[in-house]
């Protein structure tokens, strides 16, 4: 497998970047002590965001994670010729099918799905092209099944002997949420998985606006058809060093308070940190090519996906806390390896004995990173077909570099 890899050095100032349950800054202990901690599923929705909305020229980075994907079905159906109340019962369905109706909020499933707008074409299309018997069932399924009464656990006990004896509770509907589901699978099934598989293995590919899908993954554990492997991988990022939450205290002031009293309006305390990180990338550039990810794409759109995925990868940070405690850096260094064989090796072992300076963190982090570097070079043999660095290149001389190297 072909792999590039993005090694980086970043230093941020007082920020609450990622937060726990308490909104403490994440930490986690790595090399016997505390270090501050950014999840990779903070930073990762930091990089989507930023290649849709401000890299993205080609309307590749489309796709969308939300629990409210119904509506854009139902309109889809709309548009397509679908009448009001078909059209609503084929979205519901649609929507059972993937992540399960929320019981509780109307319009929403249980789970996040990351779908693409043309997806949603394509669900559409799907429904709309059902037989005749097929959309009666589904409409009739929805008329008898009480979505209210649909749980996330297993029915009971109760439920499942009536659904034997064929004899619904008193003042129940005769539709049980176990039957509604297996119908709604029978139904849909077959031609969603042949809707988005194909046939033909060329006609697999993900739609070219979902190349944020194919780069970040997808999982739809109700159709594993539709599970997308993702072609990157992140690390947690890790400051290089001993790193503690520290608490500001805060008052605030009243505007409309008469003169004559005294004090804040409101006082509170809120953790923050300050750290220099290590952030590990990497992109598996085969699987990024194959028949289930961006294989329908020229090779000169696979490498603007790339060239905005690397660019995304190197600038973005997430936006937690951003009017109160701007945590908006660029990296101080960005070490690019491109490996045409072998898998992604991080650097972080340069770090498992913290950092201790007293003239900052930075320059020390990126010597311990080359010297790790040389020594993984020199002990293990592991090769390479590109190495390039920031600031010792610009940018676009880095991105270029890390293109060309693209099938």
Known sequence: MKYLELHIIQSVP??????????????????????ARVSSQSWKRAIREMAEKELDSSDQFKGKRSRLFIEKIFSSLKNQGETEETANAL????????????PKQEGKVKTLVFLSPLEYEIFAKVLFTLDNDSKKALVSAIGSMDIAKLTTEEESEDNIEEEESGKPQKGEKKLTAKKFTKLVAKILKAPIEKAFKGEKKETRSLPKDAADIALFGRMVANDHSL?????SMFSHALSTHKADNEIDFFAAVDDLQPKEESGAGMTSTMEFNSATYYRFAALNLDMLADED??????????????????????????????NTMNGNTLPVYVLGVVREKGHPIQLVNAFENPVRSTLGYAAKSIDLLKTEYKKLVDTWGISAVFERAIPDFSMKDFLDGMVDHLR
Do not use: W
Request: charged letters at 25%; hydrophobic letters at 40%; a positive charge.
């Open 91 to 102: 979205a519901i369905c649609a929507g059972h099918y993937l992540a399960k109706l929320d």
């Open 14 to 35: 007082v920020a609450c970047l990622n937060r726990d349950d308490l909104n403490s800054p994440k930490t986690a202990v790595f090399g016997g002590v505390q270090r």
């Open 293 to 322: 990810h961006l294989g329908s794409m020229t090779k000169e759109e696979r490498q603007k996906v790339v060239r905005t995925f690397v660019e995304a990868t190197i600038k973005a940070i997430p936006g937690a806390r951003k």
């Open 227 to 231: 599970t997308v492997e993702a072609a």
